[in-house]
T-cell receptor, first 115, second 115 residues
Framework: AQSVTQLGSHVSVSEGALVLLRCNYS??????LFWYVQYPNQGLQLLLK??????LVKGINGFEAEFKKSETSFHLTKPSAHMSDAAEYFC?????????????FGTGTQLKVEL | DVKVTQSSRYLVKRTGEKVFLECVQD?????MFWYRQDPGLGLRLIYF???????EKGDIPEGYSVSREKKERFSLILESASTNQTSMYLC??????????????FGPGTRLTVL
């Protein structure tokens, strides 16, 4: 079975500081990994995804993530936080089951950005 | 622009009532999903459907059923609502079998309160 673990349910950074949100995965097959973001009172939207084409993946809004097989990690980073980045972030792993693909999500990390 | 809509943003029901949550997508997607989101637990898959009239249980199907009579519409049914089903419910869709790396597109969510 595939799973992801997000370390830190709440992360707080100052505006302009580095954002680092951690995600570790467990998978018996090469994983396909995703980061989604949820702004207040909205559904989830895709930030970026790893599909084995490149280990460093760039996403929207200046976010990127690096797939590290040796560390079973897919941490999300952004060099300089902005107030608008305050949201909940979910890491997810994709797997085939039955007739279709499904995502298994982590428990989420709430990012707070302070002035 | 892709779109997943859910019939209600907020819903309040009484214990024992039958509850219908509706989801519609306009992207001609094969796969549709129902999740519930609870603080500290992330998103958990209730049911998904990979074709009209086809369904498969997710991780927490107990107390729920689903219906997919048309490709664009996927309904979640709570046969007899209970207070422990108070939650945020998210619908998502994606392309068909084999598209394991495809993005899931989410609706805005329905916040259900069962009194």
């Amino acid at each position: 079975a595939q799973s992801v673990t997000q370390l830190g349910s709440h992360v707080s950074v100052s505006e302009g500081a580095l954002v680092l949100l951690r995600c570790n995965y467990s998978s018996s097959v090469p994983p396909y990994l995703f980061w989604y973001v949820q702004y207040p009172n909205q559904g989830l939207q895709l930030l970026l995804k790893y599909t084995s084409a490149a280990t460093l993946v760039k996403g929207i809004n200046g976010f990127e993530a690096e797939f590290k097989k040796s560390e079973t990690s897919f941490h999300l980073t952004k060099p300089s936080a902005h107030m608008s980045d305050a949201a909940e972030y979910f890491c997810a792993v994709s797997g085939l089951t039955g007739g279709g693909n499904k995502l298994t999500f982590g428990t989420g990390t709430q990012l707070k950005v302070e002035l | 622009d892709v779109k997943v809509t859910q019939s209600s943003r907020y819903l309040v029901k009484r214990t024992g009532e039958k509850v219908f949550l509706e989801c519609v997508q306009d992207m001609d997607h094969e796969n549709m999903f129902w999740y519930r989101q609870d603080p500290g637990l992330g998103l958990r898959l209730i049911y998904f459907s990979y074709d009209v009239k086809m369904k498969e249980k997710g991780d927490i199907p107990e107390g729920y059923s689903v219906s997919r009579e048309k490709k664009e519409r996927f309904s979640l049914i709570l046969e007899s609502a209970s207070t422990n089903q108070t939650s945020m419910y998210l619908c998502a869709s994606t392309r068909g079998l084999g598209a394991i790396t495809d993005t899931q597109y989410f609706g805005p969510g329905t916040r259900l309160t069962v009194l």
